[in-house]
Nanobody
Framework: HVQLVESGGGSVQAGGSLRLSCATSGYTYSTFGWFRQAPGKEHEWVATIYTSAGSTFYTASVVGRFTISLVNAKNTVYLQMNSLKPEDTGMYYC?????????????????WGQGTQVTVS
């Protein structure tokens, strides 16, 4: 049974921090990603982590502020968000198992959570 459940969203002031969590079930995933969607906007890829090597990748706008990581059991993925800006506001989604090709495309991921809202004022 495949299940991804996000948590940790909320409302914070600019400059604040949040840690999003994505709890998983079903099997050991090859890759995890985080996407976000602002109102009226397309999904934007934020970060990717490969579970085997631990390699991480980020969209340019979050480099130095966001960190994607896994717990040792590799059943939970985090997105630590520091120095938050109003433009970081959106619904954040956890994704798993990239098909191949560009990981920036939502359609290239197999599994998705329901999302957690992040609002930065």
């Amino acid at each position: 049974h495949v299940q991804l459940v996000e948590s940790g969203g909320g409302s914070v002031q600019a400059g604040g921090s949040l840690r999003l969590s994505c709890a998983t079930s079903g099997y050991t995933y090859s890759t995890f990603g985080w996407f976000r969607q602002a109102p009226g906007k397309e999904h934007e890829w934020v970060a990717t982590i490969y579970t085997s090597a631990g390699s991480t990748f980020y969209t340019a706008s979050v480099v130095g502020r966001f960190t994607i990581s896994l717990v040792n059991a590799k059943n939970t993925v985090y997105l630590q968000m520091n120095s938050l800006k109003p433009e970081d506001t959106g619904m954040y989604y956890c994704a798993a198992d990239h098909f191949g090709g560009s990981w920036t495309l939502k359609s290239h991921w197999k599994y998705w959570g329901q999302g957690t809202q992040v609002t930065v004022s």
